[in-house]
C-alpha cells in the first residue's frame, strides 16, 4: 500500500500557473506508475495525466494536453503536475492516484491508492 499526500494547490487567476506535488511513501515508487485526476462540484472525477514508473509514457486529458505536464523524481518519491495557461474550468480538487498494474489507464479503477487531494480554484 502506498500513502499519498498532494500540495501546491490554491487560487490563481487565469492565465496563472500553479504546481502540484504529490508525495509517496510506502511502496517503493520507481516501482509503480502514476496518475492524476480531478472532480469538480457537482461533476465525476475525471482523469487529468499519467505517467510511467520511469517517466518513458506520458498521457493526457485533451483539455489539458499543451498546457499541463507531469513529470517525477523518484529520488524524492514525488510526482508533479505543473499547471499553466489556467482558465476557470480547471477549478477542481485534485488528486494522485498510484497505479501498481502495467499500461496506460485513465480508468479511476484500475488505480489502487488516492491521495486526499488539493484544491485548485481559478478565477475569471
Known amino acids: 500500500q502506498v500513502q499519498l499526500v498532494e500540495s501546491g494547490g490554491g487560487l490563481v487567476q487565469a492565465g496563472g500557473s500553479l504546481r502540484l506535488s504529490c508525495a509517496a511513501s510506502g511502496r517503493t515508487f520507481s516501482s509503480y506508475a502514476m496518475g492524476w485526476f480531478r472532480q469538480a462540484p457537482g461533476k465525476e472525477r475525471e482523469f487529468v495525466a499519467f505517467i510511467s514508473w520511469r517517466s518513458a509514457n506520458t498521457y493526457y486529458a485533451d483539455s489539458v494536453k499543451g498546457r499541463f505536464t507531469i513529470s517525477r523524481d523518484n529520488a524524492k518519491n514525488t510526482v508533479y503536475l505543473q499547471m499553466n495557461s489556467l482558465k476557470p474550468e480547471d477549478t477542481a480538487v485534485y488528486y494522485c492516484?498510484?497505479?501498481?498494474?502495467?499500461?496506460?489507464?485513465?480508468?479511476?479503477?484500475?488505480?489502487?491508492?488516492w491521495g486526499q487531494g488539493t484544491q485548485v480554484t481559478v478565477s475569471s
Open positions: 492516484a498510484a497505479r501498481y498494474g502495467l499500461g496506460t489507464s485513465i480508468r479511476l479503477d484500475d488505480y489502487n491508492d
